[in-house]
């Protein structure tokens, strides 16, 4: 009997440049599922990568999206696919009306957009924990991003361990294919991802302002829902978003006041790690 393999499929160049490797090499080995958790707040582009994806390279992607469930009940799952998946944050929104905005401090966004929703499909297909292994994408020169802990999961990182890669691998196969991901580091799959720096936030607000039209509703009407961790003088504000307790107005409004809007951004390598992709479901684990 095969081993099972878990593939989270993030919509980044080197989740799917994983992917393919692990589909054209490893399939008598392995019975490989490969999973993507759309949140509703992914770029477009990220979209269309991976559905270009499964129609070049039969990944044959389970498309999924989180169920948000009363009580003390973790999100469960729905199966979509490239036409149905929400694209207006709709199930960002019903997470965040339950468990609040998330933030550094809250980071239950990942947990409850792509964890538990990958989680409960896998246990719907009969998989349960324990008796198969998860790949994680992350490449051998991002060391610090790998946490190894089986007690928790069966994880694998496939790029450092199984057939080693680095960025430059990654970006050479893209270079060398039909399509490619229609987006910059600096953007990532996640519109206004709270994990980016600054200066990543601002060169988006530079490309498309309207972008933060969608979280800075989300701080107006939820952000009183849930505490805060913080103690002293923010501990009975709403919570917020970004860094520094910034809203996503006061972000937008240092931007304007400080005219970043006329600056060009470089980003260095540790910048572009991380959150530079994709937020990958179970890396943090």
Same mark, same amino acid.
């Given at each position: !009997?095969?081993? %099972? ?6 919509? =980044? ?10 589909? &054209?090499?490893? #399939?008598?080995?392995? &019975? ?7 949140? =509703? #707040? ?5 979209? &269309?990568?991976?559905? $270009? ?6 990944? $044959? ?27 207006? /944050? +709709?199930?960002?929104? +019903?997470?965040?009306? %339950?468990? /609040? ?24 297909? =009969?998989?349960?924990? =324990? ?9 051998? *020169? +991002? ?7 089986? @007690? ?13 890669? *680095?960025? #430059?691998?990654?970006? *050479? ?17 996640? %519109? ?17 302002? @309207?972008?933060? *039209?969608?979280?800075? !509703? ?7 829902? /849930? ?23 006061? !972000? ?5 006041? @400080? $005219? ?13 790690? /991380? ?11």
């Amino acid at each position: !009997m095969k081993n %099972k393999l878990l593939v989270c499929m993030s919509g =980044g160049r080197t989740s799917a440049y994983m992917t393919k490797k692990l589909l &054209d090499n490893y #399939q008598d080995d392995y &019975d490989i599922k490969v999973c993507f958790a759309n949140t =509703g #707040q992914e770029n477009d582009a990220t979209l &269309d990568f991976i559905n $270009n994806c499964d129609k070049h390279f039969n990944f $044959n992607t389970v498309w999924l999206e989180a169920v948000v469930n009363e009580g003390r009940v973790a999100c469960s799952h729905r199966v979509v696919d490239y036409d149905s998946a929400s694209r207006k /944050g +709709e199930p960002f929104e +019903e997470v965040v009306k %339950k468990y /609040g905005i998330p933030n550094n401090g809250y980071p239950h966004c990942t947990r409850e957009l792509k964890e538990n929703p990958i989680h409960s499909y896998i246990k719907s297909i =009969g998989w349960e924990r =324990g008796d198969y292994f998860t790949a994680i994408g992350i490449r051998a *020169d +991002e060391p610090r991003r790998i946490k190894r802990n089986k @007690t928790i999961q069966n994880k694998v990182y496939p790029l450092v361990d199984w057939f080693e890669s *680095d960025k #430059q691998d990654v970006m *050479d196969f893209w270079k060398s294919q039909e399509f490619d991901l229609q987006l910059q580091d600096y953007q990532g799959n996640c %519109k206004w991802c709270y994990k980016k720096s600054n200066k990543k936030l601002f060169q988006i607000m530079q490309d498309d302002i @309207t972008v933060f *039209d969608f979280p800075m !509703m989300l701080e107006k009407k939820y952000g009183k829902i /849930g505490k805060n961790k913080i103690k002293g003088e923010y501990s009975s504000q709403p919570r917020t978003l970004y860094r520094n307790y910034m809203t996503t107005e006061k !972000m937008i409004a240092v931007f304007n006041e @400080t $005219n970043f809007n006329q600056m060009s951004f470089k980003f260095d390598d540790y910048e572009d790690s /991380g959150c530079s992709e994709s937020c990958e479901a179970f890396a943090g684990e």
